[in-house]
């Protein structure tokens, strides 16, 4: 059974950073693709982030790239998020997927608050 485990989210301050984490199971990480969506209230599914399954082509949307990291390990089975300059609009429910682009299984998700 295909499991992603979302953590370390939480409230932070316009300019503050959080690093999410996605826990995989079930199956073989190192041969899969994986991204970040995030959902904010009120909106539909937005990708913010890819990887190639061996590393280390990375891929973003405009509207994160230069603040927004995305990494993995492939020993540990764990997908990373390194967000910086966190912004207002980036209050949303992150999670990670099973393929690029953000439309594979996803977990539970984690909530993130940017907010004064």
């Known amino acids: 059974e295909v499991q992603l485990v979302e953590s370390g989210g939480g409230l932070v301050q316009p300019g503050g950073s959080l690093r999410l984490s996605c826990a995989a199971s079930g199956f073989i990480f190192s041969r899969y693709d994986m991204s970040w969506v995030r959902q904010a209230p009120g909106k539909g599914l937005e990708w913010v982030s890819g990887?190639?399954?061996?590393?280390?082509?990375?891929y973003y949307p405009d509207s994160v790239k230069g603040r927004f990291t995305i990494s993995r390990d492939n020993v540990k089975n764990m997908l990373y998020l390194q967000m910086n300059s966190l912004k207002t609009e980036d209050t949303a429910v992150y999670y990670c997927?099973?393929?690029?682009?953000?439309?594979?299984?996803r977990g539970q998700g984690t909530q993130v608050t940017v907010s004064s």
């Open positions: 997927a099973r393929n690029l682009m953000g439309t594979g299984e």
């Open positions: 990887i190639a399954s061996g590393g280390p082509h990375t």
